[in-house]
């Protein structure tokens, strides 16, 4: 749970960062968001999440 939270903390800031920027435009931003919250309630989401906890794992023991 704290490892989702931090994540969706830190890739908030980057597409804050992106957008501001002038890299992404709103649209595409709001359109992958979305992209995630739809992935999100499909059959891979179980997947993702243990993927992501295995690399954030793998990383933390470096």
Do not use: D, E, K
């Not at 002038?22 to 595409?28: A, E, S």
């Not at 295995?54 to 023991?61: C, E, F, L, P």
């Amino acid at each position: 749970m704290a490892v989702s939270i931090s994540a969706v903390v830190l890739l908030g800031i980057v597409v804050f960062v992106l957008i501001r920027g002038g890299h992404v435009r709103l649209g595409p931003a709001l359109a992958c968001g979305l992209f995630g919250f739809f992935l999100a309630s499909t059959g891979a989401a179980p997947h993702i999440t243990n993927a992501i906890s295995g690399i954030t794992g793998w990383i933390s023991s470096i």
